[in-house]
């Protein structure tokens, strides 16, 4: 059985994942930011995490880790004209430099692993380009060029790879779901004919986790019922 630390696992695909890596017999160490998850014996070790501070302890995890999986994301829609540098920034200390941060604090317990492996997140909106998505494509952008220069600077020791999901019905998502109205529009966008579950998400992260991953690294999964790629 394995050990992975998933970074944002108190809501969403990061909630599911680590749920069914439990489920699975794993050993997992979950962060939370805002919404504390109540917790059972049977639930994951829950430990309070803010990625954009600058001095967070990982005292409380284990010498070996097996894996490593960031979640904090956003997903900010506005005209380009509208956004300030600012705001672009913002989302970029989140993504990006909150991934780069964990993932330099976790690399010496990675390297002790022998199937080590980190799963990070982008969207569908950077392989296709969708109006108003400038902000959060410009990161997620960031995290596709990361995943494949750290996969090479750590091959063969630790595989990295990504999931580029589409609409999910997550928390982070919920003002595009929040009427039956936009749900069902939403899911006839896709040629799927559906928006994602966080269990699509995590089943694609738990593969990329797994030893059935262990020939994987350096790729983009889009996970998005055939938004990027298909036209029905
Ligand atoms: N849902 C979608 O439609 C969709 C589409 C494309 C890409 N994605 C990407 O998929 C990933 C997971 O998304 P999701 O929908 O599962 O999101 P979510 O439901 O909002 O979950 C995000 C997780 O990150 C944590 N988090 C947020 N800010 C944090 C911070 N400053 N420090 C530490 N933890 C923080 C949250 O903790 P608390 O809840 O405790 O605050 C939560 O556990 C994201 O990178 C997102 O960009 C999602």
């Known amino acids: 059985m394995s050990t992975y630390l998933i970074i944002g696992a108190s809501s969403g695909i990061g909630k599911k994942l680590a749920e069914q890596l439990i489920d699975s017999g794993h050993s997992v160490f979950a962060t939370y930011?805002?919404?504390?998850?109540?917790?059972?014996?049977?639930?994951?070790?829950?430990?309070?995490l803010n990625v954009l501070d600058e001095n967070n302890s990982f005292d409380f995890l284990p010498d070996a880790l097996d894996g490593l999986v960031y979640c904090p994301g956003s997903i900010n829609l506005r005209p380009f004209e509208r956004i300030k540098p600012a705001d672009f920034v913002a989302d970029f200390n989140l993504q990006v430099l909150g991934a780069i941060k964990i993932i330099q604090a976790a690399l010496p317990r990675l390297k002790k692993s022998e199937n080590a492996s980190i799963v990070l997140f982008s969207t569908v909106a950077v392989q296709?380009?969708?109006?108003?998505?400038?902000?959060?494509?410009?990161?997620?952008?960031?995290?596709?060029?990361?995943t494949h220069a750290l996969a090479a600077e750590y091959a063969p020791k630790i595989r990295v790879n990504c999931i580029a999901p589409s609409l999910t019905d997550t928390p982070l998502a919920s003002s595009m779901l929040n009427t039956d109205q936009k749900r069902e529009a939403n899911a006839l966008r896709h040629p799927l004919k559906n928006i994602g579950t966080p269990k699509n998400i995590a089943d694609m992260a738990e593969f990329l986790l797994s030893e059935k991953g262990s020939w994987v690294s350096g790729q983009i999964f889009h996970v998005d019922g055939g938004m990027s790629s298909l036209k029905v």
């Open 33 to 48: 930011f805002k919404n504390k998850p109540e917790t059972h014996s049977d639930k994951p070790d829950y430990h309070f």
């Open 128 to 146: 296709t380009g969708f109006p108003f998505h400038t902000q959060v494509s410009a990161s997620k952008g960031a995290i596709e060029g990361l």
